[in-house]
């Protein structure tokens, strides 16, 4: 029998096309599905924006501006986080690379890197970077059993379609106590129940999942990977914060979003539940 998914919120896609999409709520793991789900071809047409920033290194404006000065500093913590994982060879798969910062200092700190990216313009721009270590998603069928030492995803599961197969397809990429690093936001935190409809990271549809920390950890334990630890993505209450000014009241009111990403993560710090996290999971030795 079908499990039936009751809505939970009614939200416009603010970025691109203005179109209106349920979110269903799978009691079951705890997560919310975009509904409906457009699928190929369809599903590119709504990152048709130059406003998507992960696309481009471009420094037009204040905002794109702090953007980048955040990204240098989560950068470093990104790189100390793998660099704490013990790895003979240091082997790692960045999934859905952008354009290849993250790529870049890991190989500058003696990893071996190899990233997949879908956006053409993002993947040129990340393979100037590292040697033309990046390749389209394709690239990941072709891959080998036991590949990696670690691989990541920075706010990426939510865009992937598919998802149980893309569960299974890591558990096969990782080696046997292998690393899986998941960043995603969190539709349980404070300033997702501020903002409501209008909270930046449901940015449907291109955020086809959203997670809270229960389905995370289901989701990967019937693969054997198993949630070793949780940590808080602190700089996401303010910046998502600042877009959902920018999509309730029509500009981004400084002021008010940093009020509110400030009480998200004092709220985060009883709760434990942040705008966004990233989960550790290692791979069971089978």
Request: some cysteine.
């Amino acid at each position: 029998m079908k499990e039936h998914k009751p809505t939970y919120l009614n939200v416009k896609d603010h970025s691109v096309s203005g179109e209106e999409f349920q979110l269903l709520h799978n009691e079951t793991l705890d997560m919310l599905e975009t509904f409906p789900q457009p699928q190929g071809e369809k599903l590119s047409e709504y990152y048709k924006s130059e406003d998507y920033i992960s696309h481009t290194d471009a420094k037009r404006n204040l905002f794109e501006k702090v953007y980048h000065l955040v990204r240098t500093i989560s950068l470093k913590r990104k790189l100390k986080l793998i660099n704490s994982f013990q790895s003979e060879e240091k082997t790692l798969l960045d999934i859905g690379c952008g354009t290849g910062d993250f790529l870049e200092i890991a190989k500058n700190n003696n990893w071996n890197v190899v990233g997949v990216e879908p956006n053409d313009q993002a993947r040129a721009i990340a393979n100037s970077k590292t040697n033309n270590s990046v390749f389209d998603i394709q690239y990941l069928e072709t891959l080998k059993e036991n590949s990696f030492d670690v691989i990541t995803l920075w706010h990426v599961l939510e865009h992937l379609p598919d998802l149980e197969a893309h569960v299974k397809l890591f558990k096969h990429l990782l080696k046997p106590n292998g690393i899986l690093v998941i960043a995603v936001p969190n539709f349980k935190s404070y300033d997702a129940q501020h903002y409501k409809n209008f909270w930046a990271a449901y940015d449907v549809p291109r955020h086809l999942w959203h997670f809270s920390k229960t389905a995370i950890e289901k989701l990967f334990h019937e693969e054997q990977l198993k949630l070793v630890k949780i940590l808080p993505m602190k700089f996401d209450a303010y910046y998502v914060s600042l877009l959902s000014e920018k999509y309730k009241s029509g500009f981004m009111n400084p002021i008010k979003a940093f009020w509110i990403g400030w009480r998200s993560n004092l709220k985060g710090n009883r709760t434990k539940e942040y705008s966004s996290h990233i989960y550790v999971l290692k791979s069971k030795n089978n």
